[in-house]
């Protein structure tokens, strides 16, 4: 089973179209990360939220973190093609030396022109 | 400033063929990773490195072998290939502090096929 579950696993809509991913755990966790992946690309960070009921926005993306620390939700306002991608949460788990990402299993999506 | 690269970008193995994947990074970062990705799975850690001559396993570190004898290079070995090894692989640095709120920055990634 999968630590972080993220939901749905794949979207596909039209452009100017709202939409939101959500990430969940049965943990609470300190910090969770939100990555964007692009065909043929490592992951890039695009958020980190620390803080239960934390809000943070990127242009037309809107980050929220749950207020029990157990679960996250990416809104993306008039979705554009650039928009297009496979987007992941993670928390950070710690190890015998330093941290390591857990990661879902992403949702992918894919905006229509 | 390369950030984090790797080679080569793609690969077909042979079952029993060995290889070498490469990454670098000029960040001077202590903490590398290396990851494999798979369709509908996330990323799983392979092997992880906290500086030069430290290293330990991750989640999936069967098949695969690790060295770090400098900050810049963090090498990943299969010594035989098999066809579960077929994947994506990731290597990524982060800052020497290895906090939780570290940014990771990813390589391009290795798209390997063994056959």
């Known amino acids: 089973t999968q630590l972080l579950e993220q939901s749905p696993q794949f979207l596909s809509i039209q452009e100017g179209e709202n939409l939101t991913v959500y990430c969940n755990s049965s943990?609470?966790?300190?910090?969770l990360q939100w990555y964007r992946q692009e065909p043929g690309e490592g992951p890039v960070l695009l958020v980190t939220v620390v803080t239960g009921g934390e809000v943070k926005k990127l242009k037309r993306l809107t980050f929220q973190f749950g207020d029990a620390r157990k679960d996250s939700s990416l809104h993306i306002t008039a979705a554009q093609p650039g928009d297009t991608g496979l987007y992941l949460c993670?928390?950070?788990?710690?190890?015998?030396?330093?941290?390591?990402?857990?990661f879902g299993a992403g949702t992918i999506l894919r905006v229509k022109s | 400033n390369a950030g984090v690269t790797q080679t080569p970008k793609f690969r077909i193995l042979k079952i029993g063929q060995s290889m070498t994947l490469q990454c670098a990074q000029d960040?001077?970062?202590?903490?590398m990773y290396w990851y494999r990705q798979d369709p509908g799975m996330g990323l799983k850690l392979i092997y992880y490195?906290?500086?030069?001559?430290?290293?330990d396993k991750g989640e999936v570190p069967n098949g695969y072998n690790v060295s770090r004898s400098t900050t810049e290079y963090f090498p990943l070995r299969l010594e035989l290939a098999a066809p579960s090894q077929t994947s994506v692989y990731f290597c990524a640095s982060i800052p020497s502090s290895g906090f939780s709120t570290d940014t990771q920055y990813f390589g391009p990634g290795t798209r390997l096929t063994v056959l």
């Open positions: 960040m001077n970062h202590n903490y």
């Open positions: 943990s609470v966790f300190s910090s």
């Open positions: 490195s906290v500086g030069a001559g430290i290293t």
């Open positions: 993670a928390l950070a788990a710690f190890m015998e030396y330093g941290n390591k990402l857990v």
